[in-house]
């Protein structure tokens, strides 16, 4: 089949975006959920019942499942389970099956989901397709983030200091805040568990750090993986592919890290 391969990988932290048209899969299952958007030809998707094409298709959690369709334009946004937005949806989605969606609440998104696959978005503005995609779900309310300075705070420091001296039971202490508000503090504010924004921070810091030509190893350790191959099958567990497999394509995908510095 003759096409040319395209693709952006959208990162951010708890999410991250695949606009591609060489999506080919072995059978796999991960932790997070997949929207999975076709721009034009359907997407064909496999699980233990079968194969079956799809304009618009939830992929629930914990499935296990292979996506067939090189030279088919699609978006495939992967979210983790324990954030607000998945929360909001969370009625809609099958663990452990494929949903089939309506295509036709996702055509005004159309236009701007073609210029997501282009690349002429800005980082906000794939942010705010993004929840757009996930409200053609279930029409939940924005996220309001009335920051605690101090969460701004602790959040900067993972951002920064991750891993050496970041520790889950210390991170509060510095800000006068006990653990158990901290965690509760924490996913009011930024909607995310704290141990699950760790994780998401040290998962692109690795991916950062392979994008730029380190070694395996040598980003795994950075990130504070125990060796690459907790890395590596931590990366499985939240992607779907092994990082070598992965960035073994990354040649030809442009790769955007879209998490602000700074809260706003």
């Not at 292979?66 to 495939?76: L, Q, V």
């Not at 605690?148 to 959040?155: G, N, S, V």
């Not at 040598?218 to 092994?242: C, I, L, P, Q």
């Amino acid at each position: 089949m003759d096409f040319e391969n395209k693709g952006i990988l959208y990162l951010w932290n708890s999410r991250v975006m695949f606009a591609t048209n060489a999506m080919q899969t072995d059978f796999h299952v991960h932790y997070a959920a997949t929207l999975a958007v076709s721009l034009a030809k359907p997407i064909r998707i496999e699980t233990d019942n079968g194969q079956e094409e799809y304009r618009v298709a939830l992929v629930g959690p914990n499935t296990v499942h292979r996506t067939i369709s090189p030279g088919t334009e699609m978006i495939a946004l992967l979210i983790d389970p324990e954030t607000y937005e998945y929360g909001s949806i969370s009625n809609f989605v099958d663990t452990g099956k494929v949903r089939r969606l309506d295509e036709s609440v996702f055509l005004p998104l159309l236009d701007r989901l073609w210029d997501l696959y282009e690349g002429q978005l800005t980082n906000d503005e794939a942010w705010e397709l993004q929840l757009d995609m996930l409200r053609c779900v279930f029409p939940f309310q924005k996220l309001e983030k009335k920051i605690d300075e101090r969460i701004r705070r602790i959040a900067h420091k993972i951002r920064t200091e991750l891993p050496d001296s970041i520790r889950m039971k210390e991170i509060g202490k510095d800000f006068s805040i006990s653990e158990d508000r901290l965690i509760r503090l924490f996913k009011e504010s930024l909607g995310i568990p704290l141990r699950r924004y760790l994780l998401w921070v040290r998962l692109l810091r690795a991916t950062r750090l392979l994008r730029d030509g380190i070694s395996l190893t040598e980003a795994a350790h950075s990130a504070g993986f125990s060796d690459s191959a907790h890395f590596t099958r931590t990366f499985k567990e939240n992607f779907g592919f092994v990082p070598s497999l992965f960035f073994g394509h990354l040649k030809s995908i442009e790769v955007r890290f879209c998490e602000p510095e700074d809260l706003e």
